[in-house]
């Protein structure tokens, strides 16, 4: 069974830190790996990723894949309130196009 | 339609009643997902659509759970003698041939059992 596990599960920061969000993988022929922002209900779309050490970069958040050791590192640097979210990981295989989900990441800014 | 439409947002049904969610997909789209997110979890996977294909029934969590994708569209998620632990934000998503990075999520119907 294909597993996703986040850390931290929460993280209290000020305006302007860098927050590092973790997400470590199980998965039987991994297809790729992708992270979601979910402010009230509906996650929206961040990255996705499927090669190992290309990072990906939109504005102020950026992310990687390490295929080789299963994990993805979620970077937000000069955070912003509204940067305050939970953030998902999910991963696809091989088998089908469904997302399995990690428990996600929740994320607060202080100004 | 623009986006996903979910309905109704809200529901609140007493324990053993019977509850019927509905979801609208973007135009076009031929993959249609169910999800259910409890109260400070992720993502849990229910049932995919694609196309005419036999759906994936894999993530129902028992036989109480259903749903129907009518011409390729509209699909409904039905759930039978309702349990408290049904209690949920149950989120549905569509996708253009079902490709991940293509997946857009309506904004969920939030379930409550009393």
């Known amino acids: 069974e294909d597993k996703v596990v986040q850390s931290p599960l929460s993280l209290v920061v000020h305006e302007g830190d860098t927050v590092t969000l973790n997400c470590s993988y199980e998965?039987?022929?991994?297809?790729?790996l992708l992270w979601y922002k979910q402010e009230k209900k509906a996650p929206t779309f961040l990255f996705m990723l499927?090669?190992?050490?290309i990072e990906k970069k939109s504005g102020r958040l950026s992310s990687i894949l390490d295929k080789k050791e299963l994990f993805s590192i979620l970077n937000i640097t000069a955070t912003q309130t509204g940067d305050s979210a939970v953030y998902l990981c999910?991963?696809?295989?091989?088998?089908?196009?469904?997302?399995?989900f990690g428990g996600g990441t929740r994320l607060m800014v202080k100004p | 339609g623009a986006g996903v439409s979910q309905s109704p947002s809200n529901k609140v049904t007493e324990k053993g009643k019977d509850v019927e969610l509905r979801c609208d997909p973007i135009s076009g789209h031929t993959a249609l997902y169910w999800y259910r997110q409890s109260l400070g979890q992720g993502l849990e996977f229910l049932i995919y659509?694609?196309?005419?294909?036999?759906?994936?029934k894999s993530g129902l969590p028992s036989d109480r759970f259903s749903a129907e994708r009518t011409g390729g569209s509209v699909s409904t998620l039905t759930i039978q003698r309702t349990q408290q632990e049904d209690s949920a934000v149950y989120l549905c998503?569509?996708?253009?041939?079902?490709?991940?990075?293509?997946?857009?999520f309506g904004s969920g119907t939030r379930l409550t059992v009393v």
């Open positions: 499927t090669s190992s050490g």
């Open positions: 998965v039987t022929n991994f297809r790729s």
């Open positions: 999910a991963v696809t295989n091989n088998a089908g196009n469904m997302l399995t």
């Open positions: 998503a569509s996708s253009f041939r079902g490709l991940p990075d293509g997946y857009t």
């Open positions: 659509f694609q196309g005419n294909s036999a759906p994936d």
